[in-house]
């Protein structure tokens, strides 16, 4: 059964630091990885989604790399702003069409 | 609108009540999963649909909870003799299936926060 670990649960920093949330996963043989933001009281916003065969993905600030041998991705913020502050989740997906499974969640302040 | 809608917003619910929960996903999307999300935790999995077909319900947690897609596109949870362990919020989510992108991210509505009392 897959298991997926974010840690820290929370983290502080101060605007303009660049932001390393870690994701980690027991079941290497997945899909792809995505990486969600949630605001409080709403619902989930997808940031990046890496294909199993690919190592990382960019979106502007955003960088998320993955590492399947060691079990492994990480979402780098560069920059951070006070608007980067909410919950951001990890979901490895084992086939197409198939159920995410979600790590607990770090929730980031990303203090003025 | 052009997302998942999911109504009510809000539910306030005593114990032993009965409650049906709405998901209104992206038209045209034919895959369709329910999440539940206690406080302070990442969602877990309920159910999938494909279609009017409930592929997988293998994350209900007991048989108070049925889920149905009677037409393959709205499609309700519902929660029999709730318990207060049943308050939590409750994602919907929709997808294409694979033969449309092999890249499809789940679009999330903003859920339903379960009340028990």
């Known amino acids: 059964k897959q298991e997926v670990t974010q840690i820290p649960a929370a983290l502080s920093v101060p605007e303009g630091e660049n932001l390393v949330l870690n994701c980690s996963f027991t079941d290497s043989a997945i899909y792809n990885l995505q990486w969600f933001r949630q605001d409080p009281g709403k619902g989930l916003t997808s940031l990046l989604l890496i294909q199993s065969s690919q190592r990382e993905q960019t979106s502007g600030r955003l960088n998320a790399s993955l590492d399947k041998s060691s079990g492994r991705s990480t979402l780098y913020i560069a920059a951070s702003q006070p608007g980067d502050s909410a919950t951001y989740l990890c979901a490895a997906i084992k086939a197409a069409g198939n159920k995410l499974t979600f790590g607990g969640g770090t929730r980031v302040l990303v203090k003025p | 609108g052009a997302g998942v809608s999911q109504s009510p917003r809000y539910k306030v619910a005593k114990r032993g009540q009965d409650v049906a929960l709405r998901c209104d996903p992206i038209s045209g999307h034919v895959s369709l999963f329910w999440y539940q999300q206690a406080l302070g935790q990442g969602p877990e999995f309920l159910t999938y649909?494909?279609?009017?077909?409930?592929?997988?319900k293998s994350g209900l947690p007991s048989d108070r909870f049925f889920a149905e897609r009677p037409e393959g596109s709205v499609s309700t949870l519902k929660i029999q003799r709730t318990q207060q362990e049943d308050s939590a919020v409750y994602l919907c989510a929709s997808s294409l299936p694979r033969r449309y992108s092999s890249n499809q991210p789940q679009n999330f509505g903003d859920g339903t926060r379960l009340s028990i009392l």
């Open positions: 649909f494909q279609n009017e077909a409930q592929l997988d």
